[in-house]
């Protein structure tokens, strides 16, 4: 993904296992990387499962830990970032019809 | 909730947060605890967070620890059960329309 550093995700759940309406996956994202400055039209749902970042919410930055819980409604810009030496690992949910596979 | 024992759920994001295609809640079930054997026309995505445990779907019972991730369609018989001594704690997203607060 153009803008993305040191990040990889998995889908566990998508309309590839019959899910109908929202898909889950689960982010990792190594120390010093981080997800592209981006927006687009639909949701986030984040549960933050282990080390430690920042999220960049539209004009201003929000450090998480593990067990926060986001919501990042359409169209505002985020990012991600790992800022801690270890993973920073976290679960993102997004309505089903824009998950890819 | 009728057939429940030592459980508790907390809505973390919902319609209420502007949330409008699916809701995140965080349950928790107590030693000894379990959620009602129960059956409803939408699905749940489960992430599971920590403890151990069992889930009954339909017909036979899978045990569960921290990592895993279950989907269970619409119209399934499920209950959830705690196995050990500490808490057993996991994620349940459900529809938007079918949370009620």
């Known amino acids: 993904m153009?803008?993305?550093?040191?990040c990889a995700y998995r889908v566990t759940i998508?309309?590839?296992d019959g899910a109908p309406n929202?898909?889950?996956?689960?982010?990792e994202v190594q120390a010093g990387g981080h997800t592209?400055?981006?927006q687009h039209p639909y949701e986030h749902e984040i549960y933050i499962l282990e080390g430690a970042g920042t999220?960049?919410?539209?004009?201003?930055?929000?450090p998480v830990r593990p067990g926060d819980v986001l919501f990042i409604p359409a169209d505002?810009?985020?990012?991600?970032?790992?800022t801690a030496p270890n993973t920073f690992k976290f679960i993102?949910?997004?309505?089903a019809q824009f998950q890819k596979c």
């Open 2 to 6: 153009p803008g993305a550093t040191g």
């Open 55 to 62: 999220i960049w919410r539209e004009d201003h930055e929000v």
């Open 36 to 38: 592209p400055l981006h």
């Open 92 to 95: 993102c949910l997004i309505p």
């Open 76 to 82: 505002e810009r985020h990012q991600f970032k790992n």
């Open 22 to 27: 929202f898909a889950m996956r689960i982010f």
């Open 14 to 16: 998508s309309r590839a």
